[in-house]
């Protein structure tokens, strides 16, 4: 019984599980660089190999169930210091259980799951609602939409599919500030890329070193927008609770109505 | 921008904002519908914004006495051009601060002349701009048939206010609207969905029932001019581009404006949800903008909590069963302010209870107080494999504060000692006040100030309590 330590990626972990069957039952999994040496066990770094991590992902597609596998994907990107473990419990559960896993919501393995999904799935709703996007002039009287976030769970990717389909014919990009990654859509394709930075005047640097300015009207419409926000609530039921409860502060700074300068 | 502010301003009292019920791929050159609806914001009121909801005029000839647009009301004017509002609606909707479009307008020379140009700006905005995200249109009683039907083709959604619950306290407040002059759109929608195929009914409250057939035409309505053949496959299709309101239609009451109950309130709107199978009735507590004789006096605060368990009410008409017979069946015709419709229910009819939930059909289930569709289904599901616990059911979802006085497990009862309807309910309500006192204690200035009135509430949990046997 060891400890596994893996580099942070998907593959990784499922490269631990598959080591847990064939060299050593796993104590735990934990990120190479979070790990706290323990006592009671030793621990071994593991290499992502991909033929492994195939192995173990095929496994659970077509012994539990793809449901399931979703779930494990989205608990994976969340913000849950545990999540590995948690994961760990739930395959070998799974293992055990078949396909009828996904429906016992009563044991605390799935239990565990269902809110890790939650609160994954949580948020990346949020990010549908509360990504805004400001319009930059591109080259050749191109115009781009560029949005900032900083979600708590990794939710970029699961947000990027509703905004390449719905802005088809606006190529467009999502900064996620915190991870220092962005993903980039046109014509309903998206990849996930890194991206440069910031301007103070709101303009953007992209990698090859093209500078977006934020476009003429831009302000003029972020400022009607602010308007309409201020004259849509109703004085006799101020609610600023309730408004929190629905939109948490930690989303305010990339708001354009709650983020006046 | 002091025309949006105007316009907005003026809308903000419709309740509607929902962008759900129309689930649209990109077919044009922007923009979807999402089927579950997306929220942006939330204003300070708590409320959500998820379309841009403005009036296209709040330049009105009628008069009617509960609205801040009322023709001798003295207030700031303005009016949208078509083509304004429908760029405005586009930038808005690229930079995600919108789902669409929710246009209402005040009666501007004539119900026709307005709906017009409202049609206008909603074409330009669905063929010029190309914009595939959600429209509501609001209709203005009166409109002519024609009219109406061109602006369903272009909306995902359709809504006429009712406005007020009973003809006699529309006859008082808002004269100029006639009831016939209501219904006759509403009726024309329903027909003209049902035509089309595609009338799908207020939450479960049809489950399982053919609502697209000839019996549930509605005579009287103006008719598109289609006959209409019996049988769901021998329905014409409505010419023209597009579908026809895909999300159904909506209407909206006002809530203590005028003197009603809330069974009065409750039994129109399940009228309607019979009659017209609309999607959703929304309530809007009346909120006092403008001085009259015959209206509650500014100083009134809005019915907040009974608009409250009124929407309570109106769920379990919708999704859990109910009928509003069963919900009062006896009392003054008001609901219960202090325990949610559910409970009371529950707690009249404790004959239908404890209810084994190993054993309970899912119509059972879903009438326990502190259990929904989703732990419903959730239990149903597991004890296909296992009998389900009582130390599972919170993990699933079910609100044991509320179900365990109603539920057996594995046989076994898990609330209190006596099963009767005042022990139930005083252990309730003992709870929800405990709740309240930690709140108090919290702020030490409300406990100081507000000490005489905590006090003679005091006196009643206690009067409560010792009646109950707890003290």
Known sequence: ?261 | MQKLQILADSAKYDVSCSSSGSNRQANGRMGNAHAAGICHSWAADGRCISLLKVLFTNRCVYNCEYCVNKRTNDFPRASFEPDELARLTVEFYRRNYIEGLFLSSAVEVSPDYTAERILECLELLRYKYGFSGYIHAKIIPGVSPEILHRIGLVADRLSVNIEMPTSKSLEAFAPQKKPKQIFAPMRQITNTLIETNSLKGPGTMFKGQQLNSSENYLSGGASTGHAVTAGRAGLPAVPGRGTFAAAGQTTQMIIGAGGETDESILTTSENLYRTFKMKRVYYSAYIPVVNSPILPDKKTAPPLAREHRIYQADWLLRFYGFSVSELFARGDGNLDPDLDPKVTWALRNLDKFPVEVNTASYEELMRIPGIGHKSAMRIIRQRRFAAVRYDELKKMGVVLKRARYFILCCGRYYGNRKFEPETIRNSMLQMESGLQMSMFDSGGNLLAYDSSWQKIEEGERREKLSLAGVI
């Open chain 1, 1 to 261: 019984m060891r400890d596994y330590l893996y580099d942070g990626s998907f593959e990784g972990i499922l490269t631990c599980i598959y080591h847990h069957y064939y060299t050593d039952r796993a104590a735990g999994i934990y990120r190479r660089e979070d790990y706290q040496p323990s006592l009671l066990h030793g621990y071994m770094e593991v290499e992502t190999e991909e033929d492994k991590a195939t192995r173990v992902y095929e496994a659970i597609e077509n012994k539990i169930s793809t449901y399931s596998l979703r779930s494990i994907y989205r608990a994976y990107l969340s913000c849950d210091p545990d999540k590995e473990n948690k994961i760990l419990r739930y395959v070998l559960l799974g293992f055990q259980k078949g396909h009828q896993l996904g429906s016992l919501h009563g044991n605390p393995a799935v239990h565990d799951m269902d809110v890790l999904n939650k609160k994954v799935g949580f948020e990346q709703e949020r990010m549908l609602e509360f990504v805004r996007f400001e319009v930059l002039d591109a080259k050749a009287g191109q115009q781009v939409l560029y949005a900032e976030i900083e979600p708590d769970n990794d939710v970029l990717e699961l947000a990027a599919h509703h905004f390449a389909e719905r802005f088809r014919h606006d190529p467009l990009v999502i900064r996620d500030a915190g991870r220092n990654k962005a993903i980039v859509a046109y014509e309903g394709h998206w990849y996930v890329t890194p991206l440069g930075e910031r301007l103070a005047g709101g303009g953007v640097v992209t990698p090859d070193g093209t500078v977006m300015e934020l476009s003429q009207d831009e302000i003029d419409y972020q400022h009607l927008w602010q308007t309409y926000f201020d004259n849509i609530a109703i004085k006799e039921r101020i609610n600023p609770r309730c408004q929190r409860n629905f939109m948490p502060v930690r989303y305010w700074k990339h708001l354009t109505e709650m983020n006046r300068s």
